[in-house]
């Protein structure tokens, strides 16, 4: 049996596991499709857990549910979340005074 060569670079070493991982997870869903959909007869809500476990894991696996992250150009600097709470909560009070004035007009 050949030896694996390391891998020195990290990011390489994870986008490798990553998309071996996917596509391992991708087969797994292929395989569980006609046990879903009852092309095989009656649903068994094991195969749906194991379903529904492999597409949440390949979601994990793609951080398909970790917040946005910020987009940082060079042109403006990131705000931080005071400045923007700042921000918001003035453009909240401006719309709060607007809304007051129109109802007493």
């Known amino acids: 049996m050949d030896e694996l060569a ?3 670079d990290h990011a390489q070493m994870q ?3 990553r998309t071996h991982l996917a596509m391992k997870l991708k087969d797994l869903c292929e395989a569980l499709e006609p046990y879903i ?5 009656p649903v068994s809500s094991r ?3 194991n379903y529904t476990n492999a597409l949440k894991l390949l979601g994990q696996l793609y951080r398909v549910y970790d917040p946005p ?3 940082i150009t060079n042109d403006e600097p990131l705000e931080t979340a ?3 709470r700042t921000r918001v ?3 909240l009070l401006e719309l709060e005074r607007r809304a007051r004035t129109t109802k007493t007009a």
């Open 37 to 41: 959909d009852g092309t095989l007869g």
């Open 6 to 8: 390391p891998v020195n």
């Open 82 to 84: 005071k400045a923007v």
């Open 89 to 91: 909560m003035g453009q």
């Open 15 to 17: 986008a490798m596991v």
């Open 47 to 49: 195969h749906v857990t």
């Open 69 to 71: 992250r910020a987009v």
